[in-house]
């Protein structure tokens, strides 16, 4: 059956493209709502982070987030959840160390895109993270090997 829109049907995006995007994509996705509860959990964040959609849906960021760092996370989040700006908002990467559910910690890269009402108040975020682990490690080797004389 041809598209009713003037287009071709091989120009046509499949019904649904953006829920298998999301949940076949091999970065993490997460959304948080405003108070931080995790509430979409995809099978590239159960990959980098080892937790279940089940387990970390309903939990707080908190799960990802190094102890020692919740502090000045949580600072940054609600000042973006009350002022609705983000410096990282535009598409800036972000590099942060995150927690696996085994403790390890991770070098995670990330991205967001801020989620508003139809009155413009932030009702949560929405993180596409990639795990960087590896490559910070082999940065940091080559600059250790580069400054030994």
């Given at each position: 059956m041809a598209p009713t829109d003037g287009?071709?049907?091989?120009?046509?995006?499949?019904?649904?493209?953006?829920?298998?995007?999301?949940?076949?994509?091999?970065?993490?996705?997460?959304?948080?709502?405003?108070?931080?509860?995790?509430?979409y959990w995809n099978k590239g964040a159960e990959g980098m982070f080892g937790f279940t959609a089940d387990e970390a849906i309903g939990q707080s960021l908190d799960l990802i987030i190094p102890e020692g760092l919740r502090a000045r996370h949580w600072d940054g989040y609600e000042r973006t959840m009350e002022t609705g700006h983000s410096k990282y908002a535009a598409g800036e990467l972000l590099s942060v160390p995150a927690a696996h559910k085994t403790g390890t910690r991770l070098s995670a890269e990330f991205t967001i895109v801020p989620f508003r009402d139809a009155a413009g108040q932030m009702i949560g975020v929405a993180a596409i993270m990639r795990d960087q682990t590896q490559r910070f490690q082999e940065m940091r080797a080559l600059r250790k090997a580069a400054a030994t004389p």
């Amino acid at each position: 059956m041809a598209p009713t829109d003037g287009t071709q049907e091989s120009e046509a995006l499949p019904i649904d493209f953006a829920v298998t995007l999301l949940e076949t994509m091999p970065d993490a996705v997460v959304y948080a709502d405003r108070s931080g509860m995790i509430r979409y959990w995809n099978k590239g964040a159960e990959g980098m982070f080892g937790f279940t959609a089940d387990e970390a849906i309903g939990q707080s960021l908190d799960l990802i987030i190094p102890e020692g760092l919740r502090a000045r996370h949580w600072d940054g989040y609600e000042r973006t959840m009350e002022t609705g700006h983000s410096k990282y908002a535009a598409g800036e990467l972000l590099s942060v160390p995150a927690a696996h559910k085994t403790g390890t910690r991770l070098s995670a890269e990330f991205t967001i895109v801020p989620f508003r009402d139809a009155a413009g108040q932030m009702i949560g975020v929405a993180a596409i993270m990639r795990d960087q682990t590896q490559r910070f490690q082999e940065m940091r080797a080559l600059r250790k090997a580069a400054a030994t004389p």
